[in-house]
């Protein structure tokens, strides 16, 4: 390679350089998640009951909730309602203002179907909660995911039940 | 007889700064929903952790909010980017009023 074709060729990386550097991570990373969701869903679930309908709007209000970005990892069948291991992570990434703001976790039909919230900041990085509750019966189980930037993710998982442990 | 608000926190036992870690937090609660009755047939009233709260150096991290819906003895694990040495606080309010906290140093390994 003569001096001229080497020159040229630095600059041209320069430029390359300088182009992704202007882009930054987070314009990256938000085309990244764009392209496809890396989760394909499972089975839709059932419609939310009215009572799961309320509660899901009074957490993230009138936006859309879409599946991806998030995985629910249950136990397809609960043999102690009383004590059923749940597992929620997240590949929504954290830059910047750009982070995983809350987890949201319904049974929907417990009493009380808004089981969990799990409210977080940049500080804890990439999202993974893990945790055990209690299920009355056979029930669809939700998890949703807001970001900071106003998405919303979720999966969903049915999960069956035998023995009630919310009495 | 189990000794409520007895708390742990788990935590790697080797972090690198800037790792993002997973931090387990177990406390003794009866966790009542107060749907259940005792053996005489009375009602075991609501008792459970509703307010869960994760400080790292100072700062809040993280804000849980539980129902009686969360197991007995309530286990909850989650992240944290250990980006500086500090204490890890986490705790736990329940209906009834009690306060229960526990803390561990992140501290990172020499290499």
Redesign the interface.
Known sequence: MDGLRRRNFLKLSAVVTAALAGEGLTGWLRRLRAAAPPFPGGEDPDPPNETVARLIHDCVGDRQIKRGHVVLDMPDLAEDG???PVEINSDLP?AGDDYVKAVYLF?DF???P?????????????????????MRRTSWIRAIVESSTGEVWADYKKVETTLN??? | MPEIGKAKIVIPARIAKGDVIHVQAIIQHPMDTGFFRDANANIIPPYFINNVVVAYGGTEVARFVWTSGVSRDPIVGFTLKADREAPLAVTWKDNKGGVYSTSVDIAFASS
Do not use: E, S
């Open positions: 009383r004590i059923v954290v049974v417990n009493p009380d808004l089981v969990a919230a799990y409210h977080f900041t940049p500080a804890n990085g990439p999202v993974a909660v893990t945790t055990r509750i209690k442990g919310c009495g």
